[in-house]
């Protein structure tokens, strides 16, 4: 057997269906027995970046490692991607093809290193050098990308092992590792009831969820809990979604990337916080100020990776384990005691609805020329369906819909990259999301961003999927503004603005149905004619900068009050 065709059958026996990629000469002879002999889909795009992103997006929403593949020349552009899917513990299976083995010692072209580049940012990374260690490398890289904390690896594979042909008796793969998180340890049973007994004396508890808790699916487990002991429940930016925001327990999202007043105030003045699946970044935590003085208050914190326990807040209670199964464990121990003191019912519906209506009928104006994101996200909330994906990157474009919009049905229904933060993420993500599910897809990006990825608007026309880009459009890097003038207090930075681009006929020119809005009355019908058109729809909508109408960062509403500029929170 051909490496080629051995590299193909093992991920068909790990039940892959799609790969994400771009060609290149150092893979035509993996395209050539790919094309003959195996039913993968394989996704072209039109930049590796795009592959990468839209593979990390494509684990988030299945489940289910996904497969990244690139040519020589193009290997060092996956590496956004990679490092958002490290960071984000996300498994993705990344195949990068090279010359012969040390043709790059001879200056062969397109030589480079690329285990040393990919090690730091991959739980491991193989060089794969002999067509006989094929099945055993490749099951353990889904084992390695699905177990513990997961994450990418990489596999680097050179031109001539695509057609070195071996005898191989091993082709199998191990069932177990075709989804993640693979295996759900439970954390010391010991712990566990000393955590129990600190949740039932507190007066204030509550919970914060970070991506993890959505990784290990543990939604039904932890509305079990946060039932019966009456606990609100909030999540990080990342972890939005893990359950449904409309449940009277749920606090929405807090922090510095979305968090609104009454959500960050609530979490503040807790007196216990149980972390769940999170690492307590900068971005959930508001810089680490969040939660006020951390000896005044108790900290538990459950998570797979034991490094994140205890990193940045003193816990009293350390849990390492699967989210799902050690709260399934908690639910039992609780559910197994009869002289359970309950407390009252809680329901945080009417404290939401206030926040959220304050927001909606602020009636902020709107410099001139500009529209309210506030309105379009109130509209889009009102009118997506239940099995839509939103996608959304850093910047005006995703702070919005973070703190606004509902996610009424528990899931990854809401991917952003907050873990990284690099630009020019969400069209891709979308990309991948659309090969995922079989809903619409709604992109919200900024024109900082979309520069990055326009060349794959050919990608999603081609893919025939189901996808409205939304650009929130203000001719700024504005998020970098914002930070200069409310933070550093600079009059007019000068490496944050550039020119104005017709984006409408741009998009129109690969095929979409683009329409721009220039007025409130015109969002509601915008968006249900894109979300209805089952093709590739582009709406454009200007909206202020940061530092015109300032969004839901809580050191940049501080500022803002300090300078009396208009903010929502």
Known sequence: MTGARAILKMLELHGVSHVFGLPGETTIGWYKEWQESSDIEYVLTRDERTAAFAAEAYAKITGRPCVLEAPSPGVTHCTPGITEAYLSSVPVIFFSSDIPVNQDKKHGLTGVDQTALYAPICKESFYLTNVKDIPFLMRRAFRVATSGRPAPVHIRVPINVFHETAELSDLYAEPEYQHYPAHRPVADHGKVRAAIKLLLAATKPVIVCGQGALISKATDALLTLAERLQIPVATTTPGKGTIPETHPLALRVIGARGGMDYSNSYVHD??????????????????????????????????????????????????????????????????????????????????????????????????KGTVSPVKLTQALDTILPANAIVTAEPGVSAIYPSALLSIREAGRRYITNYSMGALGYSVPAGIGAAYAADGPVISFTGDGSLAFVLGDFETIRRSGKNVTVILTRNDTYGWIRGEAILLDDVDAPWTTDFGAVDYVKVAEGFGFEAVRITAEDQIEAALRAAIDNPGANFIEISVPSQDEIVPFVPPWVRAAKEKKLPYFY
């Open 270 to 367: 807790a007196d216990l916080v149980f972390f769940v699946g999170t690492n307590t970044d900068s971005s959930g935590t508001d810089h680490w100020k969040l939660y006020g003085d951390p000896a005044s208050k108790t900290f538990l914190h459950l998570d797979i990776a034991e490094a994140h326990i205890g990193n940045n807040f003193p816990v009293k209670v350390g849990l390492v384990g699967d989210a799902r199964a050690t709260l399934d464990y908690m639910n039992e121990l609780i559910a197994a005691d009869p002289e359970l003191e309950t407390r009252p019912d809680l329901d945080l519906t009417e404290v939401k609805r206030t926040a959220l209506d304050a927001v909606f009928n602020s009636n902020i104006p709107m410099p």
